[in-house]
T-cell receptor, first 114, second 114 residues
C-alpha cells in the first residue's frame, strides 16, 4: 500500500535562504508524485509533478523536486525563499496501477522570516 | 475558465442532521475526487468517479457517507446522521481523466457539527 511521510510539520527559513521540504514515499509500483501548495484561505494548487519522465522536475515559482528511487524520496527545494512562499505544502503519491487513489502527506507549513 | 466550485462554503449542522455538499467540476473533466481534510492534516481520499461511475469508494469512513455523480458532471457528497467527528473541510477535485493528470481543487466546504 502506498504512503507518504513528510518530515517536519513546520519549517522556518529566512528570506533568501534555501528551502528544503522533505517527502518520502512508499509504493509497490512506480509512483506518480506530486507537490501541492495551499495558501491561507485558498484551495490546493499543483506546484509540480513526477510522471516517470525526467527525475528532476521543475515547477512554478522557482520550485523543483528530484525523484530518487533508491531513497524513495521526492524532496522539494527552492534556492531562495520569498515571503510569498509562506504556505502549507503537501506531497502526494498515486500508484500507476490503473487506480486513481491519491495519498497525501500530513503537510509541512513553511514560515519565511524577513 | 471557471475552476472547481463547491457549495456551501460553510455548513453548521446539529449532530444527527443530514447534510449535502455539492461540487461543480471543471467542464469536460472526466475524473472527480472527494477528500476529507481534518484540521492540521493532509487531505484524505474518500471516493473517486470516472464520469458517472464510482470506481473507488474505499475511503468513505462509514455507510453514513454517500456520494453520487448521476450525469457525470456535478457531484454530491451526502452525510447522514452527522457526528462531531465528521467536522472537517471536504474538498472536491477534478482532472482530465488520466492517473498522472493534475487534480484541480475547489475551495472546500467547511463542515462543523455541533
Amino acid at each position: 500500500a502506498q504512503s507518504v511521510t513528510q518530515l517536519g510539520s513546520h519549517v522556518s527559513v529566512s528570506e533568501g535562504a534555501l528551502v528544503l521540504l522533505r517527502c518520502n514515499y512508499s509504493s509497490s509500483v512506480p509512483p506518480y508524485l506530486f507537490w501541492y501548495v495551499q495558501y491561507p484561505n485558498q484551495g490546493l494548487q499543483l506546484l509540480l509533478k513526477y510522471t516517470s519522465a525526467a527525475t528532476l522536475v521543475k515547477g512554478i515559482n522557482g520550485f523543483e523536486a528530484e525523484f530518487k528511487k533508491s531513497e524513495t524520496s521526492f524532496h522539494l527545494t527552492k534556492p531562495s525563499a520569498h515571503m510569498s512562499d509562506a504556505a502549507e505544502y503537501f506531497c502526494a503519491v498515486t500508484e500507476n496501477t490503473g487506480g486513481f487513489k491519491t495519498i497525501f502527506g500530513a503537510g509541512t507549513r513553511l514560515f519565511v522570516k524577513a | 475558465g471557471a475552476g472547481v466550485s463547491q457549495s456551501p462554503r460553510y455548513k453548521v449542522a446539529k449532530r444527527g442532521q443530514d447534510v449535502a455538499l455539492r461540487c461543480d467540476p471543471i467542464s469536460g473533466h472526466v475524473s472527480l475526487f472527494w477528500y476529507q481534510q481534518a484540521l492540521g492534516q493532509g487531505p484524505e481520499f474518500l471516493t473517486y468517479f470516472q464520469n458517472e461511475a464510482q470506481l473507488d469508494k474505499s475511503g468513505l469512513p462509514s455507510d453514513r457517507f454517500f456520494a453520487e455523480r448521476p450525469e457525470g458532471s456535478v457531484s454530491t457528497l451526502k452525510i447522514q446522521r452527522t457526528q462531531q467527528e465528521d467536522s472537517a473541510v471536504y474538498l472536491c477535485a477534478s482532472s482530465l481523466g488520466w492517473v498522472q493528470e493534475t487534480q484541480y481543487f475547489g475551495p472546500g466546504t467547511r463542515l462543523l457539527v455541533l
